[in-house]
């Protein structure tokens, strides 16, 4: 049950959209359009930042309104608009609804129609099968991935009209990466995530040993997938240089998080270190690609 809703300011509505995981849908999507090397389209390029960024305030919104019960049982998320009383859940529902709407006509009216069906893909995935996933099986992380993976691909399909290969590896790409990166999270705030009884690995698995193989693992996938482009002709030699770079690094930090000492410390820096790796590996495609391409 939501605390008593008092008069909500602006920031409270800002809030209600994660700005920050928001951005990183719309970057996402905007990589997935810059490598695909379109014709320069103003009124394209603006659907597709307005649209994408008003799916991803929406679905937040809907998933804050969703989950309102269990945000105010943990600690990291219990000053939220919704839990505090600052949002009422109606409006948060009509808010989150609005955009999400008004995404998928903009996209399809200024883009095209497979673009606004990987909109409607991922807001479908992420509310009507990730978000009640949570409460009752461990494989919701998996599952959230898919919904976080494919922005790329409607940015893909706004430049190109359709999927070839390099949009799936940027698919791939997107999907691999958040698993190191969520289980850091996971592993970091798994007491929270208990005390709600969301049945996440990192709440299953007390020692973390099984938590810290499972990123490696995904790590090591994210590398195979990240040199692909330059495997199959479709970036150059210094990205694949970048891209090994990169991945070593964060191949590094994946592994000094399967040691069992200092677990804590090194979920933290595995964290911090996939919010570097990412842009890093994302900026050297789209530069390689409009450089020599």
């Known amino acids: 049950m939501s605390a008593p809703v008092t008069k909500a300011v602006f920031g409270d509505y800002v809030e209600l959209t994660k700005p920050r995981l928001s951005a990183l849908s719309v970057i996402t999507a905007l990589v997935g359009y810059a490598a695909g090397r379109p014709p320069f389209l103003v009124g394209e ?71 606004a069906g990987f909109t409607l893909l991922t807001i479908i995935c992420y509310l009507g099968w990730y978000t009640p996933v949570k409460r009752w099986s461990h494989w919701s992380t998996e599952i959230g991935a898919l919904a976080g993976a494919f922005p790329p691909l409607i940015g893909w399909a706004a430049a190109e009209g359709r999927i070839t290969t390099l949009g799936w590896i940027l698919f791939g790409v997107l999907y691999f990466w958040q698993m190191p990166h969520f289980m850091a999270i996971a592993w970091t705030y798994r007491r929270d995530y208990a005390a709600v009884h969301f049945p996440m690995l990192p709440v299953r698995d007390e020692t973390g040993g099984k938590v810290a193989a499972w990123s490696f693992v ?76």
């Not at 809907?62 to 939220?80: C, G, P, S, V, Y």
């Not at 979920?267 to 495609?285: E, T, V």
């Open 45 to 115: 390029l603006l659907a597709v930042v307005v649209g994408t960024s008003l799916a991803a305030a929406g679905v937040a919104a809907l998933n804050q309104w969703l989950e309102h019960d269990t945000d105010a049982q943990m600690k990291r998320t219990a000053d939220r608009p919704i839990p505090t009383g600052k949002v009422a859940t109606g409006s948060a529902f009509v808010l989150g609804a609005l955009m999400c709407a008004a995404a998928l006509g903009l996209i399809f009216v200024k883009v095209n129609g497979l673009a």
């Open 218 to 293: 995904n790590t090591l996938a994210l590398i195979t997938i990240s040199v692909l482009p330059a495997v199959f002709g479709l970036a150059s030699g210094w990205y694949l240089a970048v891209a090994g770079a990169a991945g070593g690094w964060f191949l590094w930090r994946a592994g000094l998080f399967l040691r069992p000492a200092g677990r804590d410390q090194s979920a933290r820096r595995l964290f911090f270190a996939s919010i570097i790796y990412l842009p890093i590996l994302l900026g050297a495609l789209v530069t390689d690609r409009m450089i020599n391409f």
